[in-house]
Structure formats: C-alpha cells, structure tokens
C-alpha cells in the first residue's frame, strides 16, 4: 500500500480521477471551533434525522459524477482505477454499515478500486459515535482517522468534545481488534488553555497507543462569513453566532510562540521516535502515509461528492454549495440533477504557483527548475534567504523543500508564491 512520495510533473490537463472524496455531514454535536460543512442535533440522529435521504442523494451524485467521467474519458474497464477512497465528514463513523457498503461497491463499479485502495472513514472516538468498526472493515473500510484531539479532558471539554480520553484508547483498540490495517489520529495544538506540558501528554499518550498515522493540526479559528464562503453556491455554512463569540473568546487566548514551541515539541519528539514527516502537518509510519491526501498535495485529479465537497481533475477545480436541502432536492429531482455548486480553471501562473505551494507542504519539495518564473523567483529567493527553504540532491537533481523553520512561517512563503 506505499505510495511513490513524487511530485507529479505533468502539465496539467483534464485527467479521470484517482481519487474519491465523500463528504458524510452530521455530527452528533457541532463543536465551536469547526468550519466543516456539518449538521448536528435532531438533523444527524433521531426521529427527525435528515440522514435517510442525503445516503440516498450520495450515491445518486456518484452516478450522475461517474457518468461525467465516462463521457469524458471512456468507460471505466480502461481508466485509471481509485487508489483512495475517504469517507469524511462530519462524523461518517455515524453511518450504517450497510451504507458505507454501498457506497464502496458503487464507487468500485462505478470508478474501479485499485485491489490495494486506500479506503478511510473518519471517526469519533466516543461510543455512540465511533460505530462498528468490525462492520466496518467488512464493508471495506482499511483505514481509520480518529479525532482525538486531546488527552487532557480539560482541553476536550473547552474544545467542545464529547468523548474522553478513555474513549480514544477503546476508539483504537476497537479499530485494531477489528483488523483495520491503518489508523490515525488527529491533535490539535494551540488550544486555549494548552500548556507545553498538557501538549507533550496528548503526544504521549497518543504514541502509547501505536497508531500509524498522526495528524497535528494547529486551531485555526476563522470566519467564513467574511471571507465570502457563506453564499447561495459557497461551501461553508453560516457560523452561528455562539461559535463566533466563543471563536472570539479563544482567538484571544491564542499565543503563536507557544504554538510554534508545540510544533518544534512533536518534531523533534516524533523523528526521535523515526516516523516519517511527510506534510507539514502529518507524520506516518512506514507504508503508512495518506495516499488520499497526497493526491491532493501533489495534484492528482479527483472526484468529490456530498454538501460542501470539492473536486480537481488536473485543471478546474470545482464544489459544491453547503446547503443540505437544496443538494438533496436536486438530487432527488425526476430526473436528478446536479447540485449548485462553484468552478474555476487553474491554469497558466495560477497553476504554477499552487502546484508549487502544494508539493512544498511535502518532505518531496519542488524540483529547483521550478523555482523560475516569477513571482515564484523572487519568492523562492526570499524564502531561502529567510532560511524557510533548503536545497537538497535526490536522484541527481536538486531540489528545495522546507526547513524546520520553513514549516512554522509555510504560510507566509506561500502568500509570496501566490
Ligand atoms: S466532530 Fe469534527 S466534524 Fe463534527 S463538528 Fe466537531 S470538529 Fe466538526
């Protein structure tokens, strides 16, 4: 199941896809802090569940995606198979079993499944959240991504979670005992209140329960409202508005050295212990890397399906609009349809720039000869003058790639590439 950590140098063009994201959105409850199109509450279970139907709307949009793709490239006996399939979300732990087969045998019929497809469901790790993880595996499912978060219940509890540190150990131990072959887990560091100390127990007791892949995600508290993501075909939904006073709240208590300390804390700690720091912000185990998201990095079409979605087929990349209600009636229309959503073609500069700031999140940076038009010259030269950007030699070519440091201010080389 490795996956070639290479940059992919084709120009770009209109390719079948090699990937497929399901964007699953319910969530028991809605944390504070998220940007992820989800709905919660009486919508995600219950007698008034919305769920029922947008299963239905799922596999219909993965016809209707599926067709477009054969009108485009050929029937699928002679494209590319998926190597990846994700189930994200939302929490699609929440799913039926029986659901989640269906969408894997149709997302096999319909795109093919390489044999060795890397096939993730995203999970909770509370009991009434994580699901059956047995049924699980029998219905496909390969990989695990478990949103731990914290081991500090303090923290868990401000971020808003319901599970405890209790229920990510049985999370992982239920996922190995059922014979999932790789698991993740995520963390958050720059939490309010996180301290140096409380970070190096989640990282503890997170490497106590072997997993195979760690995801260390900084808080991100943003708005998309101001930034224009909330209309009628945007892929957000609105914040509400005690999201946003607690969003208020715990920007304030946000401290970006201690951030950057948390950062430099698990890299050193993590290449201590020999895991591979493959992106910016993961870290795998031999054989262990996301292939799911590697396609994203390094620019490899994929579909998408599901509210808020986004799909890349080399050179547009487009979404769906959140809204869960209009996505379903178009879905369910007679005939269906489409759901609204948003495009736009990447190419030209445009794509020059975002194929080189996506491959520089990987340890496989960018080929030196890249580094040539501008903007990207002179922002290349101020990140190595900076000291954000290092050359190294790999197969008789040099290339450039981020510096420890480089990691920390990725954001504001990026903005230069732009
Ligand atoms: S559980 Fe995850 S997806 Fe659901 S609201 Fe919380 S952060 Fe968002």
């Not at 709307?57 to 190597?83: K, W």
């Not at 790789?182 to 301290?195: A, H, R």
């Not at 020999?274 to 994203?296: F, K, Q, T, V």
């Not at 979404?319 to 030209?348: D, F, K, Q, T």
Request: glycine share 8%.
């Amino acid at each position: 199941m490795g996956y070639p950590l290479t940059v992919d140098v084709r120009p770009p063009e209109p390719s079948p896809p090699v990937a497929l994201y399901v964007h699953v959105p319910f969530c028991v409850a809605r944390c504070p802090y998220c940007d992820f199109v989800v709905y919660a509450g009486a919508d995600a279970r219950g007698p008034r569940a919305r769920t029922s139907r947008l299963f239905d709307a799922l596999l219909v949009e993965l016809g209707l995606r599926a067709d477009a793709v054969d009108a485009a490239f050929g029937p699928v006996d002679g494209r590319p198979r998926l190597s990846s399939l994700y189930l994200g979300g939302g929490t699609p732990s929440l799913m039926p079993a029986d659901r989640v087969e269906q969408l894997v045998a149709m997302a096999a019929a319909r795109f093919g499944l390489d044999p060795d497809a890397e096939i993730t469901l995203e999970a909770n790790p509370g009991p009434d959240e994580r699901g059956d993880f047995e049924a699980f595996r029998r219905a496909g499912i390969n990989r695990v991504s478990i949103g731990a978060q914290s081991f500090v219940p303090e923290e868990l509890r401000r971020l808003g979670r319901r599970h405890s540190p209790a229920d990510i150990a049985a999370a992982v131990a239920a996922a190995r005992g059922a014979g999932i072959r790789s698991v993740n887990l995520d963390l958050l560091y720059d939490v309010p209140g996180q301290t140096e100390a409380s970070w190096r127990q989640s990282l503890a007791e997170a490497l106590a329960l072997e997993p195979d892949h760690l995801s260390l995600y900084a808080l991100t508290l943003d708005d998309p409202e101001t930034e224009g993501l909330t209309g009628e075909t945007g892929d957000h939904l609105a914040t509400t508005p005690g999201a946003r006073r607690w969003r208020e709240k715990a920007l304030a208590d946000q401290d970006e050295d201690l951030a950057a300390g948390q950062y430099e804390i698990a890299s050193e700690l993590l290449e201590t212990r020999g895991w591979h720091h493959y992106e910016i912000s993961n870290w795998a185990r031999p054989d262990h890397e996301s292939r799911h998201n590697l396609a994203y990095w390094l620019r490899r079409p994929y579909e998408a399906i599901g509210p808020g979605a986004h799909a890349f087929d080399g050179v547009i990349r487009r979404w769906n609009a959140a809204a869960m209600e209009p996505y379903v009636a178009a879905l369910s229309a007679s005939p269906p349809e489409l759901p609204a959503g948003g495009r736009e073609s990447i190419e030209g500069a445009a794509a020059l720039s975002e194929r080189a700031i996506l491959s520089l999140r990987t340890d496989d940076g960018i080929p030196i000869e890249w580094a040539d038009p501008e903007p990207l010259r002179s922002a290349i030269q101020w990140g190595r003058d900076a000291g954000l950007l290092e050359s190294f030699e790999r197969a008789g070519s040099i290339r450039l790639r981020l510096t420890v440091r480089g990691n920390l201010l990725s954001n504001e080389l990026f903005a230069r590439l732009v």
